[in-house]
């Protein structure tokens, strides 16, 4: 931190804007990543949104490969090119690949780098979170193509349905990769979700408001919050299937008072939102590209918008629309039947709303929309075939047969690959500040439209006659062979057009003519820079006085590029941008950014060696591995923050704002709130867990049900609260210009006590290993115990803030953090105990399923 007085600072900020080169070479030597080794440390919006995109794609490459692979085995009946063991490990690779590290990584890597680009920002509201994400990608993916490559490759399916993935059936590491490396990989899904969320609604350009922001922000805020709470589910499932498999708690084993059914409604709660967590992106890169191209605005704004809400939440109302033949009552078959169908109005909405927009202007026709007549025509086949899907009867007929694989296929690639092979060629120019060559575009695209329907259309066809899925073979009685071969001829087909998409970006790249900016015409902020962009993206913010798809890119960029918004000059080595009202875009605070740093791949190394312990099954080493990851977390926040007071700093335009660590609701702050919304649905799906099995599954009540002892329950109970209350105190000490320090100690205190005591109740735990029940009790007081611990941490975290210097009534944001925590865990885990003993009391009644 510099010792000049924040008086210094205000004086030199309120200077005239500086000679628009020099600005622009003061803040690249800011924000520029040195080469070299350094590019490790990058934290920057752009370079990682890149790395994403570029490491999706290559997965996407893996993902088709296995695919051809698929397709070769099926060609024909009775096919020896791989056995049953390589197949199964084949088919789950492909889905496992497609899902978790080619389509939502794509989608991170977009918006991480359009988002503050759109948004009138220099970056996103949390780099280093953003690069762990992408280490955590990394890592996790890469365990599980090492997994692939030595032959122990998970091969259950990418669904890893229970008892099939459990260790009676699959002994060795094969379904252990599959639980550790996609848990992995799903830390960088909820960071970014935490990042998209709070970016969109903290981080924006001044007069921004919600009502004005471009309909692109609007997809990744809905699809984020969507990931947040969807993605939870599938994170406990996969943790309490290792716990089966490492240590035989048997929450899927019906002999011992599991459901093999509660991994299906645990899976497909994630499983279903995540279609539509792959669509919102794709759709909303649509709604981007086609007002450009008909050259008229997005009709029915607000109705899009409206209908995306509509879409996120029925897609949390749907997961049963793959549970149809388990069994499920005539009652809720209908509700999920009549939601399935349902959905299909937002998704018309939107579909009507692009037509209404094409014929309401004068559409011109380039490559991109190709693609996007691609689209059209195959998303609405996918549409139509699942609507005959969410048909019970049809259901019946048609579920694990070759007609899903093909409805699937055209969702899934008619739903993003299309579009995003459109904004590929769309904002291509903005990643190269080339234009493209277009010289093999139109054959590229032919091949994969015609290879595609050539390859899954006959699904459709041999689903009907009845060939079940992922099978490696069938017989020569069922006369499926031409279909086949098809398929495959078909798929060989659409390959050829992939490799000349390929070919075609790197003419471009290589090729390309140079221009400035805004070769479209469009009328989006992302246009309003120099291309390929700098890594400020913006000399100057905007202030926004229009909807955010009717700006002037071209004056506005000239006018930024200048230094005449806000932010137009660096002051005392900051990486500056500024934080506004959530709902009325009103600037109202200067968000001080990290600078570029190796902490985060560190971070990404140790999370990696955890989960690497933990699949040789060396428990105490992972042991240690968190506690260093914990550390590495820790030592993130350093030295942030400030050691005096800063008060109201100038920001441009007459306006002034205060640091974020001396503001009321900054993006940190948002961001432990969203992490507590996160971890609240983890929590619920235990709870939910732990009923569906005392209604459905057999062999209850137990012998010996877990009963919590009263007195620790109580005295747990009292710490819990006493940490609450002690971190509120402290809180209001701060801000009477008081010591926090007894305070924090107590709550520091009374969160560990509370911890301790969780433990040993779960300890007291009577043979989890001989009934679901006792397993769940045992994972749940874990799990409070945990978050306990965690409560501690943080105020002891709080009290050497304090202790550094960092806290005073003006910048008490960490102990508002702390707050925010303090008060979940004391009710998160009263509820929790609370629940303990009601499951208790329902085992002694028996299950509702025995």
């Known amino acids: 931190m510099s010792r000049e007085t924040p008086q210094d600072r205000q004086g030199a900020a309120a200077a005239p804007p500086a000679n628009p080169i020099r600005l622009h070479r003061e803040l690249a030597a800011l924000w520029d990543t040195p080469a070299g080794w350094q590019q490790l440390g990058a934290v920057n919006h752009t370079i990682l949104g890149k790395r994403f995109i570029l490491a999706a794609f290559f997965f996407f490459g893996v993902g088709g490969l296995l695919a051809m692979l698929i397709r070769v085995q099926l060609a024909t009946s009775g096919t020896a090119f791989v056995g049953p063991e390589i197949y199964g490990q084949l088919f789950t690779m492909h889905g496992t690949v497609m899902m978790f590290l080619f389509a939502i990584p794509m989608f991170e890597g977009f918006a991480i780098y359009l988002l503050p680009k759109l948004l009138g920002a220099r970056d996103l509201a949390f780099p280093r979170l953003t690069a762990y994400g992408f280490w955590c990608y990394i890592f996790?993916?890469?365990?599980?193509?090492?997994?692939?490559?030595?032959?122990?490759?998970?091969?259950?399916?990418?669904?890893?349905?229970?008892?099939?993935?459990?260790?009676?059936?699959?002994?060795?590491?094969?379904?252990?990769?599959?639980?550790?490396?996609?848990?992995?990989?799903?830390?960088?899904?909820?960071?970014?979700?935490?990042?998209?969320?709070?970016?969109?609604?903290?981080?924006?350009?001044?007069?921004m408001s919600l009502a004005r922001m471009p309909i692109?922000?609007?997809?990744?805020?809905?699809?984020?919050?969507?990931?947040?709470?969807?993605?939870?589910?599938?994170?406990?499932?996969?943790?309490?299937?290792?716990?089966?498999?490492?240590?035989?708690?048997?929450?899927?084993?019906?002999?011992?008072?599991?459901?093999?059914?509660?991994?299906?409604?645990?899976?497909?709660?994630?499983?279903?939102?995540?279609?539509?967590?792959?669509?919102?992106?794709?759709?909303?890169?649509?709604?981007?590209?086609?007002?450009?191209?008909?050259?008229?605005?997005?009709?029915?704004?607000?109705?899009?918008?409206?209908?995306?809400?509509?879409?996120?939440?029925?897609?949390?109302?749907?997961?049963?629309?793959?549970?149809?033949?388990?069994?499920?009552?005539?009652?809720?078959?209908?509700?999920?039947?009549?939601?399935?169908?349902?959905?299909?109005?937002?998704?018309?909405?939107?579909?009507?709303?692009?037509?209404?927009?094409?014929?309401?202007?004068?559409?011109?026709?380039?490559?991109?929309?190709?693609y996007l007549g691609g689209f059209f025509f195959i998303f609405v086949v996918g549409g139509l075939t699942g609507v005959m899907l969410a048909m019970v009867p049809f259901n019946w007929q048609a579920h694990d047969t070759?007609?899903?694989?093909?409805?699937?296929?055209?969702?899934?690639?008619?739903?993003?690959?299309?579009?995003?092979?459109?904004?590929?060629?769309?904002?291509?120019?903005?990643?190269?500040?080339?234009?493209?060559?277009?010289?093999?575009?139109?054959?590229?695209?032919?091949?994969?439209?015609?290879?595609?329907n050539l390859t899954f259309f006959h699904m459709h066809l041999t689903g009907l006659r009845g060939m079940p899925r992922r099978i490696d073979t069938y017989p020569v009685e069922a006369r499926l062979d031409w279909l086949n071969l098809l398929s495959s001829v078909g798929s060989f087909v659409m390959t050829i057009g992939f490799a000349l998409f390929v070919a075609d970006l790197v003419v471009h790249m290589r090729f390309g003519r140079r221009f400035r900016r805004n070769p479209w015409a469009a009328r989006t902020l992302e246009w309003a820079m120099?291309?390929?962009?700098?890594?400020?993206?913006?000399?100057?913010?905007?202030?926004?006085?229009?909807?955010?798809?009717?700006?002037?890119?071209?004056?506005?960029?000239?006018?930024?590029?200048?230094?005449?918004?806000?932010?137009?000059?660096?002051?005392?080595?900051?990486?500056?941008?500024?934080?506004?009202?959530?709902?009325?875009?009103?600037?109202?605070?200067?968000?001080?950014?990290?600078?570029?740093?190796?902490?985060?791949?560190?971070?990404?190394?140790?999370?990696?060696?955890?989960?690497?312990?933990?699949?040789?099954?060396?428990?105490?080493?992972?042991?240690?591995?968190?506690?260093?990851?914990?550390?590495?977390?820790?030592?993130?926040?350093?030295?942030?923050?400030?050691?005096?007071?800063m008060g109201a700093l100038p920001i441009g335009n007459g306006a002034s704002a205060r640091p974020h660590w001396e503001t009321e609701g900054p993006p940190s702050w948002w961001a432990m709130v969203m992490t507590c919304a996160a971890e609240a649905t983890l929590f619920s799906s235990l709870l939910f867990g732990g009923l569906f099995l005392w209604l459905v599954a057999p062999q209850w009540p137990p012998a010996r049900p877990a009963l919590p002892d009263p007195l620790l329950a109580g005295a747990c109970a009292v710490l819990l609260v006493l940490a609450a209350f002690a971190g509120r105190g402290g809180l209001a000490a701060?801000?009477?210009?008081?010591?926090?320090?007894?305070?924090?100690?107590?709550?520091?205190?009374?969160?560990?006590?509370?911890?301790?005591?969780f433990a040993l109740m779960a300890a007291s735990v009577p043979v989890p290993t001989a009934h679901a029940h006792n397993a769940t009790a045992l994972v749940l007081l874990s799990l409070c115990g945990l978050r306990a611990g965690f409560g501690a941490l943080l105020a002891a975290y709080g009290l050497w803030r304090w202790q550094a210097g960092f806290l005073s009534a003006a910048r008490s944001l960490d102990l508002r953090i702390g707050r925010v925590w303090h008060d979940y865990a004391a009710a998160t885990g009263l509820v929790g105990l609370g629940a303990a003993f009601v499951f208790a009391w329902l085992a002694t009644t028996g299950g509702a399923g025995s």
């Not at 969807?230 to 716990?243: A, C, M, R, T, V």
């Not at 701060?734 to 301790?756: D, K």
Request: aromatic share 12%; hydrophobic share 55%.
């Open 530 to 645: 120099p291309t390929p962009t700098t890594s400020y993206a913006f000399a100057s913010l905007p202030h926004i006085t229009e909807r955010g798809d009717r700006l002037a890119p071209d004056a506005e960029g000239a006018r930024l590029a200048a230094g005449r918004g806000y932010l137009g000059f660096t002051r005392n080595g900051w990486m500056e941008t500024l934080g506004v009202d959530m709902v009325g875009g009103r600037p109202d605070q200067l968000i001080v950014l990290p600078r570029q740093t190796f902490l985060p791949l560190w971070s990404g190394l140790l999370t990696a060696a955890m989960v690497l312990c933990l699949l040789a099954k060396v428990y105490w080493l992972a042991l240690f591995a968190f506690l260093a990851v914990v550390v590495s977390l820790l030592a993130w926040t350093g030295a942030t923050g400030a050691r005096q007071d």
């Open 734 to 757: 701060l801000l009477g210009q008081r010591s926090p320090a007894l305070r924090l100690g107590v709550c520091a205190g009374a969160h560990g006590g509370a911890a301790l005591l």
């Open 140 to 207: 996790g993916a890469s365990i599980l193509l090492c997994a692939m490559i030595a032959g122990v490759a998970p091969d259950s399916g990418w669904f890893m349905y229970t008892p099939l993935s459990s260790s009676t059936y699959t002994p060795g590491i094969n379904a252990d990769v599959w639980l550790l490396g996609i848990t992995f990989v799903e830390i960088s899904a909820l960071s970014a979700a935490v990042e998209i969320t709070v970016s969109v609604l903290k981080v924006r350009a001044p007069g």
């Open 402 to 452: 070759h007609f899903v694989v093909a409805h699937l296929h055209y969702v899934l690639v008619g739903g993003f690959v299309f579009p995003m092979m459109a904004a590929t060629y769309y904002w291509l120019p903005h990643f190269t500040g080339r234009l493209a060559e277009h010289r093999v575009s139109k054959p590229a695209f032919w091949l994969i439209f015609l290879g595609f």
């Open 216 to 370: 692109m922000a609007w997809y990744l805020l809905i699809t984020a919050l969507m990931m947040l709470f969807g993605f939870p589910p599938l994170i406990l499932g996969s943790i309490l299937l290792e716990l089966e498999r490492a240590a035989d708690l048997p929450f899927f084993d019906p002999t011992r008072g599991g459901d093999s059914l509660l991994w299906q409604h645990l899976f497909w709660l994630f499983g279903h939102p995540e279609v539509y967590i792959i669509f919102l992106p794709a759709a909303g890169a649509i709604s981007m590209m086609i007002p450009t191209f008909a050259r008229h605005e997005l009709v029915g704004y607000r109705a899009v918008i409206v209908a995306v809400i509509a879409m996120a939440f029925l897609s949390f109302g749907l997961w049963v629309h793959h549970m149809f033949t388990v069994g499920i009552p005539h009652l809720a078959l209908a509700f999920f039947s009549a939601a399935s169908g349902l959905v299909a109005i937002p998704t018309a909405v939107q579909i009507f709303a692009w037509i209404a927009t094409l014929a309401a202007g004068r559409p011109r026709f380039d490559v991109p929309m190709l």
